[in-house]
Structure formats: structure tokens, C-alpha cells
């Protein structure tokens, strides 16, 4: 296990910290990590997100899924800047997803589409990729509008990830897969138990928001424990990074 810190993407003025926890891949390691976790993204529909991520803030607040909601508490709102994903963390997944040109993309929890704008510029920039990504909450259609900015053959599916194979081939393999929906322990282990048949031999799944809990944080520890993945670090104790190969 180690730490160090790097310049964020996209001039981000506070470093990303990287803790690695596992660095046994014969094609991985800290260099070409911070490689790319560095790089600015150069694709110009990239400018599209800034202008929808805009665009979205004149949206009146939405009900909370009932599937978040607190017990015994009042209905909770949300809205599209709360949910969404910043710049910097955007370019992050994007700059991940290109470093293994990945061309079929999964997400679990679109939000309103930000994130999932990320994915499908990186997965159409590979050349005939898709992004298909999955939204339990009736904003799964805002997710949509915003995926089609960018690339209008990746789908946002209103419904549960649990559901992602049957829109996949039998032979299908998943180059990169984001985990951003329930924040607790066993919701994202069956959703990472779910993945790994379905994942590349070089692929690479990213595990969102481990400073939510502490059964955050364990559900990440348990993926890594299964030793799937090669090499393995925390980004600015926010996002959990497994890669294969």
C-alpha cells in the first residue's frame, strides 16, 4: 500500500491523492496510472457537458427514489447539481475509460446524465462504442436527453442494473463499468458480483462515492479481497479503481 499525490485534470487547483492498495499488473502500474489521471480530455464534445450541466440547473427539484429515502422521513428532492458529477471527476472517468479504449461502457446509476455523458464520449471516441447505463429514478429520461448530446446510440435505462444482461450478447464483454447508485455495502456487491463474468480480460471498474459510509468503504474492501483485479487504488478517497489485466 502507498499514497501520492498528482495534479488534478482539467486544472483542477487541489491535487488528486491516490492511495494504491494492490499494484500487481504486468501492464499497470503508478506511471501509467497517474498518466492518465492527468491527462486533459481532448475531445471537443466534451464542451457539450459543460453547456447541458447548465442547461440542467433550470430543472425544479426532483423526488428522491424511494429506494434512497430514509426511513420515516419526508419525501427528499433532488437536483441535477447535487447529483451530478464535478469536471475533474468527469475527466477522470473519461481519461480511465480511454486508456483502455473501451467500447462497451456500463453504468450503474445515470442520475441526470452527466456522468453518463463522461462514458459515452470516451466509448464513441473508441469507435463505435456504446454507454449503456441504468437509472431507477424517473429522471432516467433527463439522462437520456443529455446522452444524446453526445452519442445517440448509447441508452439510459430506466430500470434496475440487475437487469443489464438482457441487453447484452451472450459473447458481450464489458471493458468499463461504473458503480454510482446505492452507497451501502451489499447494494454494491451485487452489483460488482453481477459484473465480473461479463468483464474484459483489460478492463476496468470504477466503484463512486466511498466517503459516503463505512459500509462504503467495506463493500470496496470486499471487492478487492475477491483478487479479480491486478491493480487497485483509491483516488482522492472518492473513487474506487479495480483494474484487470
Known amino acids: 500500500m502507498g499514497d501520492d499525490s498528482m495534479t488534478a485534470p482539467a486544472g483542477k487547483p487541489s491535487p488528486l491523492k491516490v492511495t494504491y492498495l494492490r499494484e500487481n499488473s504486468a501492464s499497470w502500474d503508478r506511471s501509467r496510472f497517474r498518466k492518465h489521471l492527468a491527462a486533459v480530455p481532448n475531445n471537443p464534445v466534451l464542451a457539450e457537458i459543460a453547456h447541458r450541466r447548465n442547461a440542467l440547473r433550470y430543472l425544479a427539484p426532483h423526488p428522491l427514489h424511494q429506494s434512497y429515502q430514509a426511513p420515516n422521513r419526508s419525501p427528499a428532492r433532488v437536483t441535477p447539481d447535487l ?29 441526470f446524465g452527466i456522468s453518463s455523458m463522461y462514458l459515452a464520449a470516451a466509448a ?70 453481477s459484473l465480473i463474468g461479463w468483464m474484459a480480460p483489460q478492463s476496468i471498474i470504477v466503484v463512486d462515492d466511498l466517503s459516503y459510509s463505512d459500509s462504503a468503504r467495506e463493500g470496496f474492501r470486499s471487492m478487492m479481497r475477491m483478487g479479480h483485479h491486478d491493480f487497485v487504488a483509491i483516488v482522492n478517497n472518492r473513487f474506487g479503481v479495480l483494474v484487470r489485466g
Open 83 to 111: 447529483l451530478a458529477i464535478s469536471p475533474a471527476y468527469g475527466a477522470v472517468l473519461f481519461n480511465l475509460a480511454r486508456s483502455i479504449e473501451a467500447r462497451l461502457i456500463l453504468e450503474d446509476g445515470a442520475g
Open 124 to 193: 464513441r471516441q473508441a469507435g463505435g462504442g456504446m454507454l449503456l447505463s441504468f437509472e431507477i429514478s424517473e429522471y432516467a429520461a433527463h439522462a437520456q436527453a443529455s446522452v444524446n448530446l453526445v452519442d445517440p446510440g448509447s441508452q439510459v435505462i430506466r430500470g434496475s442494473f440487475a437487469g443489464f444482461p438482457a441487453h447484452l450478447s451472450g459473447t458481450a464483454q464489458v471493458d468499463f463499468a461504473f458503480i454510482d447508485s446505492m452507497h451501502d455495502k451489499d447494494s454494491m456487491l451485487r452489483s460488482f458480483k
